[in-house]
């Protein structure tokens, strides 16, 4: 059994869910919420440490991970089609693409990605990054009291993790749309694969100031005001049951929420239009989503279907006692989930990568590689006896064997046997000579083969030449550093080929094109990667084929 803590740190409140996992199964148990104080000349930074040392300390929280998760506007992201699907070619790609899109140097972010699956015959890849030194900020934050976490995610993409629970049509598209105090999350999933996140610097604290502007009033004042009257109108309802004042407040709340509206809009809009694919519903949470008649407002303005969130629509194990919290939540709650074992479907985020990369006590480690160095130290002993034994042994079966090569070498070259009745010369000086002698004989016998078949029949090597100059397209980019042809029956032969490209897709491209020519079969990649030191731009590879003459008994057959 497992105890995790998500941790959410927003801008209005600290929220920390409880969730007690085992290998099959899970509950949320608890929620915990501390509001941060809005003071005046006092930075979020000095206030937010204090609040979460008294939401842990207050409740007496442990757990055996913590779980947070870092704030969208602060987060890069891309998601990238690829032409294959091996995750280690994505891997070493990942970074070539981003670059030209980062105007920062790529040293300075830290990057992380996921493969979100397959459309329209390409791989879709997610690449999250952010500037190390808003990570590092972020961490020295939580350090301050004591809290290091495991895995920081992004706080919009952790949605992701609450789709295996949410209780949808098969291939359903469907929005989660989280309207918080300075942000708006959007987690847009298509047939349980995320399709697109996106954080938008709008929320509920905007309209506060909207109204503080609008009313004349403090700050104070007017979110006093915006929780009392907790309305907005929409096509059926224009505050009827409001009094003068009521209507007023509800009347400029509702002025100030089409900002918001506008947003998700442009966000609804680029989705449709990159996708194509329309959304059947949008589910609705946060803080702001407690405003009465706002899921009826978004769905006249959007002309969708909006839905608060409910977790009677969801499978979530939760304490029946929370239900009453359920629109403020699902950020912690989707964080939390995140170290859940049985859910299959989630974000695979952790920005804890490099040098920000989680450390176990250094203490327990230390006293496993001293026990270890003494196992290592017996064990090197144990071998170095075994190898003095073994080198006398060898040495002696070394010695048998250069005697019996050369008895072989002198039988078969007897004319030889003079030169090298001399002591001095020593064995490698025979053994290069008796290669050498061999080779020649070898040499001699393969171009008398040659020159017969080049007499005889058309030539392989340059066949394959020609094929492959044909079917090659011609903007793909080859360089051919090693042509291997070997013959091995009249109209057969094996081809290996080293070539180096521009990038995986036009590597596909040329190994595609090989399948189509009329003398090569059975083409086959056996080694593809970056060249050391071109920094993933150039990608060499190995490919192996059968020839066989379209006119030998071989391609009958």
Not at 50 to 74: K, S, V, W, Y
Request: with cysteine.
């Amino acid at each position: 059994m497992q105890k995790v803590i998500g941790l959410d740190i927003g801008s209005y409140s600290i929220k920390a869910i409880e969730i007690v996992n085992t290998f099959k199964s899970y509950e949320v148990v608890n929620f915990y919420e501390t509001v941060i104080p809005n003071l005046d000349g006092v930075p979020l930074d000095a206030i937010v440490p204090i609040c979460m040392e008294q939401l842990f300390q207050e409740h007496n929280l442990t757990a055996d991970r913590i779980i947070t998760a870092m704030p969208g506007q602060f987060i890069s992201s891309r998601v990238i089609p690829f032409a294959f699907s091996d995750p280690r070619k994505i891997q070493q790609s990942i970074a070539v693409e981003l670059e030209e899109y980062v105007p920062f140097n790529m040293e300075d972010m830290v990057v992380d990605h996921q493969i979100l699956g397959h459309s329209k015959g390409q791989t879709m890849a997610l690449a999250v990054m952010t500037r190390k030194a808003f990570l590092r900020n972020f961490l020295d934050l939580l350090s301050r009291v004591n809290i290091d976490p495991k895995l920081v995610d992004v706080d919009s993409l952790a949605f992701y993790n609450l789709c295996p629970t949410i209780l949808a049509q098969e291939n359903e598209c469907y929005a989660l749309v989280d309207v918080g105090n300075e942000k708006t999350s959007v987690c847009i999933i298509k047939g349980g694969v995320l399709r697109m996140f996106r954080s938008i610097n709008l929320g509920g604290r905007y309209i506060t100031d909207f109204l503080a502007r609008d009313l004349e009033c403090s700050f104070h004042e007017a979110q006093r005001a915006k929780h009392e009257v907790s309305s907005v109108f929409h096509t059926n309802y224009r505050g009827e049951d409001l009094t003068e004042r009521g209507k007023r407040i509800a009347e400029r709340t509702t002025l100030a929420a089409h900002a918001i509206v506008k947003e998700l809009g442009r966000t609804f809009y680029a989705y449709k239009t990159w996708d194509k694919e329309p959304i059947n519903r949008v589910i609705l949470t946060g803080g702001t989503s407690k405003l009465q008649n706002f899921e009826k407002f978004l769905s006249d303005q959007l002309e969708l279907n909006f839905e608060k969130f409910d977790l009677t629509k969801t499978n979530i194990s939760i304490n029946p006692a929370l239900e009453a919290k359920q629109e403020i939540l699902p950020q912690s709650l989707a964080i939390g989930l995140r170290a859940v074992t049985n859910l299959k479907k989630h974000s695979q985020i952790n920005l804890r990568r490099g040098e920000f990369a989680y450390v176990q006590n250094y203490e327990f480690i230390m006293k496993g590689v001293a026990q270890a160095f003494k196992v290592i130290s017996l064990v090197l002993v144990l071998l170095m006896v075994t190898y003095v034994v073994k080198y006398y042994f060898y040495n002696q079966q070394i010695e048998k064997v250069k005697d019996q090569y050369t008895q072989e070498f002198l039988t078969s070259f007897p004319e030889l046997k003079k030169k090298y009745s001399d002591k001095s010369i020593t064995f490698k000086k025979l053994r290069s000579d008796a290669e050498g002698k061999l080779k020649a004989g070898i040499r001699d016998k393969r171009s008398a083969v040659a020159e017969f078949m080049l007499a005889n029949s058309e030539s392989g090597p340059m066949r394959v030449m020609k094929e492959i100059s044909e079917v090659v397209p011609k903007n793909t980019k080859i360089d051919v550093t090693e042509f291997d042809f070997r013959t091995t029956q009249p109209g057969v032969g094996k081809l290996t080929m080293r070539a180096e490209t521009d990038n995986f897709a036009s590597q596909s491209a040329i190994i595609e094109a090989l399948g189509k020519t009329k003398s090569l079969r059975k083409v086959e990649e056996k080694s593809s990667g970056a060249k050391p030191g071109s920094d993933g731009k150039v990608i060499e590879f190995t490919i192996q084929a059968e020839y066989v003459h379209p006119n030998s008994e071989a391609a009958q057959l």
